[in-house]
């Protein structure tokens, strides 16, 4: 799995460090000091190679190294003032070391891995034709250009609530074996949530985006934004508006992702790898930069004959017994007679009843 630095250069060189100048410094030094003193280098010690080493015994006065200490301390300030990270607290400063060799990049293998997901995606939700054929096509082009990982294009899927999207997108994650981030648009406040607000602010923090990248380093997560056409917004008493769709703007488009800057931390990162997949039950609800970014999939809901299949499926995966699973179906096969066609969180909650009846202690 290869290393990719994930932000600007914000380390200070090491050969910057107060120690290494005043170590240089005090070498210069002590070549001075044997010209001045017209002291003689026996030739064995030459011919050895070991100038250095003699000249390390040559004794400097205390004033010459209170001077190299303030000149070396001065240019290691100055140094260390360029770097972004002078701007933050000492304990911030040491958050961000877990950076300073990169983070990792996932790739698919081959093209046949990526046929190997999109199959599995569509043998667990083939009502979901449309986004699996998208996320087949997409990595199967990041695997052909031949970049260092895997990189997808910002996925809308749009659809009834209650089909899948959002498992669908787990499941993604978990198959091709990155770390997710579930964010929901409706319980959130604005865009503070995702991307942090800026510092001087009261409740000023990280948002979750950064706080993901710091502690699974990893440079590209898959990210669900679920039902973004309910996000809120937040406005100053100045008229400023923070609202969520606009703050995803500059982080749907390729290039402007690859230099964002985090309000909080003024740092710029490296996000043109993470993996977008948004979620919304009426496209029509959100701006259309957002849409010229993210065309919608269309979705439809799963028939019967799907939700019987996914109960199997996910009742044997909970080792539900024959009599359970066929009850459920049974029941699923019942209510479309009766013209109600359960969605698959009603399924979920019928398989979770189930199982949370055969795991009951027996009465006495």
Same mark, same amino acid.
């Given at each position: 799995?290869?290393?990719?630095?994930?932000?600007?250069?914000?380390?200070?060189?090491?050969?910057?460090?107060?120690?290494?100048?005043?170590?240089? %410094? !005090?070498?210069?030094?002590?070549? %001075?000091?044997?010209?001045?003193?017209?002291?003689?280098? $026996?030739?064995?010690?030459?011919?050895?190679?070991?100038?250095?080493?003699?000249?390390? @015994?040559?004794?400097?006065?205390?004033?010459? @190294?209170?001077?190299?200490?303030?000149?070396?301390?001065?240019?290691?300030?100055?140094?260390?003032?360029?770097?972004?990270?002078?701007?933050?607290?000492?304990?911030?400063?040491? #958050?961000?070391?877990?950076?300073?060799?990169?983070?990792?990049?996932?790739? %698919?293998?081959?093209?046949?891995?990526?046929?190997?997901?999109?199959?599995?995606?569509?043998?667990? /939700?083939?009502?979901?034709?449309?986004?699996?054929?998208?996320?087949?096509?997409?990595?199967?082009?990041?695997?052909?250009?031949?970049?260092?990982?895997?990189?997808?294009?910002?996925?809308?899927?749009?659809?009834?609530?209650?089909?899948?999207?959002?498992?669908?997108?787990?499941?993604?994650?978990?198959?091709?074996?990155?770390?997710?981030?579930?964010?929901?648009?409706?319980?959130?406040?604005? !865009?503070?949530? =995702?991307?942090?607000?800026?510092?001087?602010?009261?409740?000023?923090? $990280?948002?979750? =985006?950064?706080?993901?990248?710091?502690t699974r380093l990893v440079a590209n997560p898959v990210v669900v934004v679920d039902e973004v056409e309910?996000?809120?917004?937040?406005?100053?008493?100045?008229?400023?508006? /923070?609202? %969520?769709?606009?703050?995803?703007? $500059?982080?749907?488009?390729?290039?402007?992702?690859?230099?964002?800057?985090?309000?909080?931390?003024?740092?710029?990162?490296?996000?043109?790898?993470?993996?977008?997949?948004?979620?919304?039950?009426?496209?029509? #609800?959100?701006?259309? +930069?957002?849409?010229?970014?993210?065309? +919608?999939? @269309?979705?439809?809901?799963?028939?019967?004959?799907?939700?019987?299949?996914?109960?199997?499926?996910?009742?044997?995966?909970?080792?539900? !017994?024959?009599?359970?699973?066929?009850?459920?179906?049974?029941?699923?096969?019942?209510?479309?007679?009766?013209?109600?066609?359960?969605?698959?969180?009603?399924?979920?909650?019928?398989?979770?009843?189930?199982?949370?009846?055969?795991?009951? $202690?027996?009465?006495?």
């Open positions: 799995m290869p290393r990719i630095p994930i932000t600007e250069p914000i380390f200070p060189d090491p050969a910057l460090s107060e120690s290494a100048i005043r170590e240089r %410094l !005090s070498y210069h030094a002590r070549r %001075l000091e044997v010209r001045k003193s017209g002291l003689v280098i $026996p030739d064995h010690l030459a011919a050895e190679g070991k100038l250095e080493e003699w000249q390390q @015994r040559i004794a400097l006065s205390r004033a010459v @190294r209170e001077r190299i200490a303030r000149r070396a301390a001065r240019i290691a300030a100055r140094a260390d003032h360029r770097s972004p990270l002078s701007r933050l607290k000492r304990e911030e400063r040491e #958050r961000f070391e877990v950076l300073r060799n990169g983070v990792d990049l996932v790739a %698919l293998p081959s093209e046949h891995r990526a046929d190997e997901i999109a199959a599995a995606l569509h043998a667990e /939700f083939p009502w979901m034709g449309p986004a699996n054929e998208a996320i087949l096509h997409a990595m199967r082009r990041s695997v052909q250009s031949g970049e260092a990982g895997l990189r997808l294009p910002p996925m809308l899927l749009d659809g009834p609530p209650g089909i899948g999207k959002n498992r669908w997108a787990r499941r993604l994650e978990g198959l091709i074996g990155v770390p997710d981030l579930i964010f929901e648009a409706t319980n959130e406040n604005a !865009s503070f949530g =995702l991307v942090g607000s800026q510092r001087g602010w009261g409740n000023a923090v $990280p948002g979750r =985006l950064v706080n993901l990248i710091l309910k996000a809120g917004e937040a406005r100053t008493t100045q008229g400023r508006v /923070f609202s %969520l769709t606009d703050a995803l703007l $500059p982080l749907l488009e390729p290039l402007s992702a690859r230099r964002w800057t985090c309000p909080y931390y003024e740092v710029a990162f490296d996000m043109g790898w993470i993996i977008w997949v948004l979620t919304c039950n009426d496209w029509r #609800r959100l701006p259309e +930069p957002l849409l010229s970014r993210c065309p +919608p999939i @269309r979705l439809e809901s799963p028939s019967r004959d799907h939700l019987v299949a996914f109960a199997g499926r996910e009742g044997a995966r909970r080792s539900l !017994s024959d009599a359970s699973i066929d009850a459920v179906c049974t029941a699923i096969s019942w209510a479309a007679v009766q013209g109600h066609r359960p969605d698959l969180r009603a399924v979920i909650r019928m398989l979770d009843r189930a199982e949370g009846l055969e795991r009951r $202690p027996p009465l006495q």
